[in-house]
Every structure is written in C-alpha cells, then in structure tokens.
C-alpha cells in the first residue's frame, strides 16, 4: 500500500529544498564576489630591464635576482640601451620585459600613463669632466668643444643633452659623442674628446680614475639651484673637499653636482605581491648610508616621474614606518 504524503510533509520538504537552493545561490555569489577580490598567484618568473652590463642597473639587479630567489621568484636581469630603451620596453605589452631600472627625468607620466614607480633608490651624480688646460666654469664654456654625452637611448643623453641645450649648446654649436663609461673616459684621457658627461656612481672605477687623473678636472655647479628649480627631478649634492682621497686632497674645493634619482618602474598591473618583494628587495640593498645619503633615506617616495604605485604605497605606509 502507497502511503499519500500529508500536507505538512509536503511543506516541509518545500521549504527544505527552498532553504537549500537559497544556501547553493548564496555559496555561488560568495565564490563570485571572493574571484573578483582576490589577486591570482603571482608568476615565478619575471624580467628586468637594466642597462649596460658594466653598469651599475646590471649589478644592482644581479643582487635583486639572489634576494627574490629566496622566495622562489626567477629574476631574469635583461641588458639594454638604459632608461629611455626600458620605458619603451615597459610601454610596449610584446616588450617582455614586467619591471625596469630607469634615471630621473626621464619618464612622462602624460604619455606614459599605464606606468608607475615603485620607488626611488639612489642619487646617481652627473659629473661633467674636462682637460684642466681648458678654461670651464659653467656649461656655456662648452660651446664648440667636443663633448661625449653618452650614448643614444642612455639616461646620461637624455640629460645631457637637455642641460646643455638649455645653455644654447647643440649639435650644431658643439660636436657631440654618443659615448660613455670606460670609452667616454679613455677618450678624453687621450684628448679625442674634450669633456665627459657621466652619470654614475661616486664608487665606480670610472669615477675614481677621472678624480684622481692629475689633467682632468670636474666641474661643479654652481648655478646648481636655478637649474634644480627648472628641472624638478634634479637634487643638488656636495661633494666635499678631500672626501676620494685625504693625502692628495682630492677634490682639491667642494664640488656642487646635479643627481637625478634611480628608480624602479612597472606597469599599473604589477601583482601587489611582487611589489612588497621587489621593495623588500631594495631596502635591503639601498637603505645603507652613502656618500650622498643618509641611513633609510632610500628606498623612497620622493625622486619619481611616474605616480607611486598604490601598493607600494601601502607598503611604505606599514612596513617603512618599522625602521623609524
């Protein structure tokens, strides 16, 4: 015999079956909303753009590569041009390269929108040097000389060119060289060149070897205010008197320079994640003191083109804040 079911099972049932596709639907919307929110797992593998194998972008990310690998994450360290090729590899989606070392002043975040800095790293000194038999006192002395400004696509170019421009030095009033490094200092040892734009490290070699040559001179700035107050991502550093070499009292007065800032840029897709390694990353390699800088003055959010990256602002915000 088929028991009928009674009316109260039949709304027991109902409502069961209701409150179960209720809780199905709910389950559903939650996964949905939970997918929208949380950020994939970042990729394991990502490349940098640096610049010239003996520069300092390559040895510097050569040590961002060992730190990140600690965390599983393969940095693969891309020699290039310099800043102005990274930007144009950052910009381009088939670039391939996810983030890039690149100079102050470089960078136009109106043309450039989709970029932003993580942060800046270090001064990098623009050293202008000359033959000491030459009469130079400011940069408008270089008219009709020959000049080596770096090479094409090179942050030291770009500068360069764009100081001395202002100064109503061209191409046509002056015979340029787009050269830098060791060949920018052994030409104007040899005298192929006149003066030298350089922009690197106090510690380099190359550095080292022009301050101490007994026939080349540095030139400072002087008028170093008025061109940082034209040109924003420009500080203004002293170099003081003795500081390379006591005995031989080199340099010989205070030497007023220009410095533009390294920085780190990326992409506004960057995974947050990557950003608090690569900032981790950086304050372990640049927050020591330098010549030109105090203890945790860098990494930093001053010094940048591009807006800072809201993730690494979160990060300066929690995590700098400890080594106060």
Avoid at 204 to 231: C, D, P, T, W
Wanted: glycine letters at 8%.
């Amino acid at each position: 015999m088929i028991k009928e079911s009674t009316p109260e099972k039949k709304g027991s049932r109902k409502g069961y079956l209701a409150i179960f596709g209720f809780g199905i639907l709910l389950t559903g919307a939650g996964f949905l909303v939970a997918y929208q929110f949380v950020e994939p797992a970042p990729p394991r593998k990502i490349v940098i753009g640096t610049g010239d194998k003996s520069g300092a972008y390559y040895a510097f990310a050569q040590r961002y590569k060992e730190i990140l690998a600690r965390d599983g994450i393969t940095l693969e360290v891309r020699s290039t041009a310099g800043s102005g090729e990274n930007l144009k590899l950052l910009t381009d989606p088939e670039g391939g390269v996810d983030i890039a070392l690149v100079q102050g002043g470089i960078g136009d975040p109106a043309s450039q929108p989709g970029l932003h800095s993580l942060a800046s790293l270090y001064f990098e000194p623009l050293w202008v040097f000359f033959h000491r038999d030459l009469k130079i006192k400011r940069l408008s002395d270089l008219r009709g000389r020959k000049i080596a400004v770096g090479p094409e696509a090179s942050g030291t170019n770009a500068i360069a060119t764009r100081l001395l421009k202002a100064n109503g030095i061209t191409p046509d009033t002056a015979t340029f060289f787009g050269i830098g490094g060791e060949k920018a200092q052994n030409s104007l040892i040899s005298k192929e060149v006149e003066a030298a734009f350089l922009v690197l490290s106090p510690q380099s070699a190359v550095i080292q070897n022009l301050l101490l040559h007994e026939k080349i001179r540095v030139l400072g700035f002087e008028r170093g205010e008025a061109y940082q107050r034209v040109n924003r991502f420009l500080s203004i550093l002293k170099l003081p008197e003795c500081v390379m070499d006591f005995a031989r009292n080199i340099p010989e007065r205070d030497v007023f320079l220009l410095a533009p800032a390294a920085t780190l840029v990326v992409r506004d897709t960057f995974h947050p994640a990557l950003v608090d390694l690569f900032l981790d990353a950086a304050v372990e390699v640049h927050s020591g003191p330098g010549l030109f800088q105090e203890l945790n003055e860098f990494p930093s959010q001053k010094y940048v083109d591009f807006p800072v990256h809201k993730d690494a602002q979160r990060y300066f915000k929690s995590e700098m804040s400890k080594r106060l």
